[in-house]
């Protein structure tokens, strides 16, 4: 068995991808079932340039959506620092909007933090996913983008006062930033608190293609809405010359950078059969490729240490990205 896979909504809507209109929504949908996929993940303010159209989308291709399980965020307005995303009223007016949106009256199934709030008390950040949950409005709640200190804090509270804890975790995971496994894989395994890993290729940049001078027209791409914001992520020198090395050995064994990561993430991680890994795609033929190198299953031996090789060679610079 191997992590499942959620596949992540949050290009929906957004310019240079293939789902623009409820008709390709509905066809990617269809495509998923047909993968095997039954679960999706969204959020208020996805696409970035466009809050609320993800959903929206969804909603509008209602009579296969329906089918999928859906989890969602609260909003976050990026331009601010978070402060106010998590009062009870922020909470609450969030998931009103994102249940209108999808067309989802019966709620969805985990209703996510997309990023922590500085100025809220964590009693009251608790208190309005609690509030949610009673409604019938989500079935568990989640934390995404969270440092571990503040999480164990929550789980604390939790504990102390009989309010529910958060079910999942999202955070950051794949080959080249690999910190989840010391500070936060204990605080989760402690509580029960299931991980779901993004950014399972690095955004894009784990295809090599940004390496090796290749991005035009990809998301790393400069005509891409957040393509300059990607390759500030992974542009410094260590992180170049690691991945190209990476690139180099693994075509050397008649593998892609892509495909290893993929199979390491879903075959070789700390990620057990009821984590998740989230998957996106700006076009079918994307996820297809994806759940094809998964369905090769782990890696030959050969290539294992050149994945341990590449962490060592970042994590210094990449061991507190969660």
């Excluded at 892609?256 to 390491?264: A, D, G, H, I, M």
Aim: hydrophobic fraction near 35%; charged fraction near 25%.
């Amino acid at each position: 068995m191997a992590p499942q896979i959620i596949f992540g909504t949050a290009g929906l809507g957004m310019d240079k991808t293939a789902f623009q209109d409820a008709s390709s929504v509905t066809h990617l949908l269809r495509t998923l079932q047909d993968l095997g996929i039954s679960r999706l993940d969204t959020g208020a303010r996805y696409p970035p340039l466009s809050p609320g159209r993800s959903e929206q989308l969804l909603g509008e291709a209602r009579e296969l959506s329906r089918d999928f399980i859906v989890d969602t965020k609260v909003y976050t307005d990026t331009k601010k620092d978070g402060s106010g995303d998590l009062t009870l009223e922020a909470i609450s007016k969030s998931a009103d909007g994102s249940l209108q949106r999808l067309q989802r009256p019966e709620g969805v199934n985990v209703l996510y933090i997309h990023r922590a709030d500085p100025a809220t008390p964590l009693e009251e950040q608790i208190q309005g996913f609690a509030e949610q949950i009673e409604k019938g409005h989500c079935k568990a709640w989640g934390v995404s983008n969270v440092r571990p200190e503040v999480l164990e804090k929550m789980l604390q509270l939790c504990e102390q006062n009989g309010w529910p804890k958060p079910s999942y975790y999202q955070g950051t995971y794949n080959v080249i930033s690999r910190g989840m496994e010391t500070k936060l894989w204990p605080i989760l395994q402690a509580h029960n608190v299931k991980f779901v890993a993004f950014w399972a290729m690095a955004a894009g940049f784990l295809t090599g293609n940004f390496v090796n001078g290749k991005h035009a027209g990809t998301r790393m791409g400069d005509d891409n809405p957040l393509g300059k914001q990607m390759q500030t992520m992974y542009k410094s020198q260590d992180m170049l010359d690691a991945v190209k090395n990476f690139d180099t050995q693994t075509r050397a064994l008649g593998l892609t950078p892509l495909e290893v990561s993929v199979r390491w993430i879903f075959h070789h991680s700390k990620l057990m059969d009821d984590d998740c890994v989230l998957l996106g795609a700006s076009k079918i033929e994307q996820i297809v490729e994806n759940v094809a190198f998964i369905q090769k299953g782990p890696l030959p031996d050969d290539v294992l240490p050149l994945v341990e090789e590449l962490w060592d060679s970042v994590q210094e610079t990449r061991s507190e990205v969660i």
